[in-house]
């Protein structure tokens, strides 16, 4: 299994432009989220899906969409790239177990991105 | 609101040295509880999860323990080694569809 993967590893955009940022897991895991690290503020939520086709927003949703239409994927999209969303994007994915209760959470790599 | 607190934010401590790290969260209604680390550059490896029904939970020299009544977990790491040197991250889930609210974490360095 290649796990979480996650594309561009490294990506600079201006201000305004829109970009598209790539999820995909190959573990059949039905809860997929996406989060930004910054210093000193750690990890914090954009947007969560529980399975294909339903999506929700986390604690940061401003500037970005998500859309889930495979179990698979989980793009996060970014509308008009502002200099305040330069972070490092983490994807990560867990199976829903007994009782619906999330296991274990696989994270990928993560996608730095500037936004100058 | 779900609230995640690390103490301390960085910890230095020599090779062979045994060490606690902290975790408090202040809604005890969680269903479980994980402990992640991470690597400079790299993404978030899981270490240690704990269902709400468990007190602990042993992996090699890793041991995390939960107290929900009293809202805090610690993860123990016996003979500490260089290697041991990353950022650890505790997080806790409220409820089965809701994600995981991350501390800030601990920044721990193990000096040879």
């Known amino acids: 299994n290649a796990g979480v993967t996650q594309t561009p590893k490294f990506q600079v955009l201006k201000t305004g432009q829109s970009m598209t940022l790539q999820c995909a897991q190959d573990?059949?895991?039905?809860?997929m989220s996406w989060y930004r690290q910054d210093p000193g503020m750690g990890l914090r939520l954009i947007h969560y899906s529980v399975g294909a086709g339903i999506t929700d927003q986390g604690e940061v949703p401003n500037g970005y969409n998500v859309s889930r239409s495979t179990t698979e994927d989980f793009p996060l999209r970014l509308l008009s790239a502002a200099p305040s969303q330069t972070s490092v994007y983490f994807c990560a994915s867990s199976y829903r177990g007994l009782a619906e209760l999330q296991e274990t959470q696989y994270f990928g790599p993560g996608t730095r991105l500037l936004v100058l | 609101k779900q609230e995640v607190t690390q103490i301390p934010a960085a910890l230095s401590v020599p090779e062979g040295e045994n060490l606690v790290l902290n975790c408090s969260f202040t809604?005890?209604?969680?269903?479980?509880l994980q402990w992640f680390r991470q690597d400079p550059g790299k993404g978030l490896t899981s270490l240690l999860l704990i269902q709400s029904s468990q007190r602990e939970q042993t992996s090699g020299r890793l041991n995390a323990s939960l107290d929900k009544s009293s809202g805090r977990s610690t993860l123990y790491i016996a003979a500490s080694q260089p290697g041991d040197s990353a950022t650890y991250l505790c997080a806790v889930v409220d409820s089965g569809n809701t994600p995981l609210v991350f501390g800030k974490g601990t920044r721990l360095s193990v000096i040879a």
């Open positions: 809604d005890s209604a969680i269903y479980n």
């Open positions: 573990m059949n895991h039905e809860y």
